[in-house]
């Protein structure tokens, strides 16, 4: 593919590490994303594959990890399974206006709802595919959400151990 200064061609390559805010939640990931980088301008394009399914598996990484979800992180966990805040709100078994006042709030869930709707968040992002531990949340002992925020997520793409009927066998995985 020429680049649009048409002094060169767009090389791909990919990249090793990228980072990559998904809106509220930050990820690192690992060996997946393709650039196609002009050998002339130095332009560059960048592409996630199954953006949808990073954002999901992502999602479902924040859940297990046991720094307090803050405002940010619930909606962009609501996000992250295609929820309006009023669904949510029904798939948890709470009221709007309560699950509005979380995201809102920079303190995020707190009290038992916290493992509550981590356990929820994970069952119902869960495709058979993508594992989580229900006893590793029952256990979780919280820690206070960082000052600085948490480390990126680490996130890989890994082979299928399920048949699908798409071509590509790969999905999202937090990196091991
Ligand atoms: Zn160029």
């Known amino acids: 593919m020429r680049c649009k200064c048409k002094n060169g061609l767009m090389e791909r ?7 990559e805010d998904l809106g509220g939640l930050v990820v690192k990931v690992l060996n997946a994303v393709v650039v196609q980088r002009c050998s002339a301008c130095g332009d ?4 996630i594959p199954d953006v949808q399914g990073l954002t999901r598996a992502a999602a479902m990484a924040r859940a297990q990890i046991p720094e307090r979800l803050t405002g940010k992180e619930v909606r962009f966990i609501r996000r992250a399974l295609d929820m309006k805040q009023t669904d949510f709100a029904a798939a948890m078994d709470l009221s709007a206006e309560h699950v509005s006042r979380w995201e809102n709030d920079h303190n995020g869930v707190g009290g038992a709802s916290e493992k509550l709707v981590r356990h929820n968040v994970c069952a119902l992002l869960s495709d058979g595919a993508c594992e989580y531990d229900p006893k590793a949340i029952a256990s ?28 590509d066998d790969t999905m999202w995985s937090e990196a091991a």
Do not use: L, Q
């Open 140 to 167: 979780m002992v919280f820690v206070p959400f960082p000052e600085g925020g948490i480390a990126p997520i680490e996130m890989v793409r890994v082979r299928t151990t399920h048949r699908t009927n798409e071509e």
């Open 44 to 47: 560059e394009m960048i592409g």
């Open 13 to 19: 390559s990919v990249k090793p590490e990228h980072v």
